[in-house]
């Protein structure tokens, strides 16, 4: 390992500066103290950071080693522990996985005390092969196939801080021999905790395996990450664009997409898209994620209006009026005007509560003109134009009004369409109306006729006339 | 394997039409026989193709056998044989690439000789696994681990017809399950000679052995190949943009690109473009690939202007005045006026030739106004801004005038600098003139003064003035 290299990737990759604490992470193995070792040797400020899984009888033996070599380096020591073991019972996660967040935890934590810039692991080019193979085996896309970074913001520990891994194109062998050259005493395998059963496997006996069909396949699965996550840098770029093309609103259990800006997508950003609304919903959702994204995008093709379409782990598709909602547990957004179904009196003057924060209120005035149109209401992404106010002819009003939901086979004789009825339905479907907004959608009767299809339509027959001075005003208010 | 979900497939993947021929590749063994089959039973009509590859005793008994059940369909059968040993051994290949070149040439003739919609072949989702395993283990990037795509066109074989692989869904144990039902008898192993020792191995130890690791292993990695397909296609359309934006020129020995485009790209884009320009020049060049483009990658990031990058293969990259190069055996285009070293005399009228198709010409004639520019030269991308035609005053020539290269330390007084003088190979920086233009730049020498730097400046000393009526005329033309 030249130092050189290790410098150029420390300020120009890892973007290290030469005057803010840096937390490195040392297990005391070969990797981390040559590490250590490099960076202090390149006068980067250090805290020294272990943490003890506990998993092994030795581990505090380990520790203390530690902390004797930071402290003939005069750095600072900081040592983290925890019950792995009853932390990875109790969250329901392998050994492995447990001291890993217990681990990172304990890092970032320390890295937020003392302001680092970064958090500094050992991780190196075996590490990579070694969980891109775990990846491959497991099931990747091109985000797992191309490894770990060397620098990454993970918001799963902090917002601002970035890991770093400036070993990841250095080999283990490098490590040792830099750690014999320096006359560093690696602690003895104090990583094994770290390699269970299916990544020691995979490290001893995976690997030398593949090495009988190409005795460079380790370099050439590393080169492969290389390539890739340039590919995936890419290709992230794009799908930030289709994102931004996209996506339309974030509720608490629904992301709304447009529907169409979906479809017109390449299948490799339409699945990209959807998983990324997936992730936000159920963050961390790896394993079953590729069935889940496949059939959403399958449906896609032709998505069922009014229909759901059952992901997994509690996740639908719904598609309607161009708009295209990924939920859980069936919530959608609702901010129509709706109404239970019961009829409520509505005097004049006076006012009925909706539903969704909706307020239906009557009152007798002079005329004024035209109805108050041109709201469009954003429900959801639904484009349905709401008449908010309207004037109706007294002298053709019933009162007092009632207000309730539709009836089966109710009609109307919609203002302006020359006396002709039809079916409140065909009505419905006519102003593109959600059909979940249909059943509850607040009608205004006079008698048994409908005066006024709430922010739809007027009844024809309750138009005022040029020569009408008094009306009776409706007005939908929201809020 | 159900028909419904073949016959999508087919239209929508393959996008086969039913009354236009296919040629089916067919060896015997179960795979083939079931896409035989199936392709028959939907009425497509079909060619029943069989290559003997020669490389087994039994294998015309195999032919036969194919003969026979083409014939109890009724449908038109033809064969194809070779010495695909010898073949091996005269291109240097092994035996399986061999084969798989006298096949699928076989295959494609017989598409043309019947005009065939395409060419269909048995891989199944087993192969595609196996294939996307080799391509690992030999070093891919996504391309590689993206796997077989369902339809292509292959130019190395056909630049219409493409290749189809409707079975890629769908594994072996389908298709044997498929011949099983339908009475069909596959021959035993036919495609063993297929089968050589690496991918045999692969099939027989190594997917069994990764099994172990995980029991879903296969599907997997068939799904990664579908997700990775996707992703490929969107990069595959940012890599054409990129392409569009970058690329200057090809000539027979190198390539033009414009070298801030390609520094502004990201590193996978980067890539990209690159590999293109080295597969033009050295198609099919796959093993080492990756350090070359990487090389130049990185040479990139500060390119040294006149000097050469030597990749490998015979490759170089050069940068030049905005340019950037990719050559074989060092030949970058030379379109520039050029001279040898030998001095020759422009009598006054006469003609010089230059090389790369210039001529210098000289004449006496009335005077009439002001240089001949604009004119952009675009050898190679050059940006030079050239004089084809200047006037200059017979009082101030000695005839005849020499035409030669520079001299060393020789120096110039530029019209329209006050009658400074400046080093010659100074005027040639400020110029922008490529550097090994600079050597052989042809001069217009009058006595031992520059009367004109054939192409770019009179001498002070040399210019018309308003009073004269005749002047000489020199001419530098192209072609």
Redesign the interface.
Known sequence: MEAVRLQKILQETCLLVPDRPIVVGVSGGADSLCLLDSLHRLDYPLWVAHFDHGLRPESAEDARAVARIAQEMRLKFVMGSGDVRAMAAQAGLSLEEAARKARYHFLFEQARACQAQAVAVAHTANDQVETVLMH???????NG?RGMSTRAILPEWDAQIPLVRPLLEIWREETEAWCAVHQLTPLRDPTNWDTTF?RN??RHE?IP??QS??P??KE??W??T??????????A??VERAWQRCWLRDGPHWSVLHLTQVQDL??????AVLRRAVDRLRPGLRDID?GLV?RAVNWLREPASGHWLELAAGLQVWAEEGRLYITENHQLPQEWPQIGPKEVLLTVPGEVRLEQGWTLRAERRARRGNPERGQLVAAGGGRVLLELSVELNPQALVLPLIVRALRPGERLTPLGMGGHHMKLSDFFVNCKLPQRARAGWPLVISGTEIAWVTGLRLGEKFKVNATDLEVICLELVQG
Do not use: H, K, S
Not at 136 to 142: E, I, M, N, V
Not at 266 to 271: A, E, S, T, Y
């Open positions: 491959l085996l497991r099931g990747a896309g091109l196939l299916f496997r995979l995976l395996y593949l069909y190409n460079n396949v050439v699965i080169r492969m290389q390539v890739l996550g340039g590919d995936w840098e890419v290709l770029g794009e390449p299948d490799g950003l339409q699945r590729f496949e």
